[in-house]
């Protein structure tokens, strides 16, 4: 994923379907300087710090 479309679904009203390694996640944050996500696993709720590309919309 880009980061312009990361900041238009964290905008967004609507829900979109994002996944990092195949588990859905919610972006909680993103960090323009260095590109990534702080995300949190919808399963476990697991917290990490991704680079944006390594998310996906489904």
């Given at each position: ?8 679904i964290v905008n967004s009203a609507q829900r979109f379907v994002v996944t990092l390694e195949g588990d859905p ?34």
């Amino acid at each position: 994923m880009e980061m312009e479309r990361a900041k238009e679904i964290v905008n967004s009203a609507q829900r979109f379907v994002v996944t990092l390694e195949g588990d859905p996640v919610w972006i909680d944050e993103l960090d323009d300087s260095s590109g990534t996500a702080t995300v949190h696993s919808e399963r476990s709720g697991r917290v990490s710090r991704v680079p944006v590309d390594r998310l996906h919309e489904q």
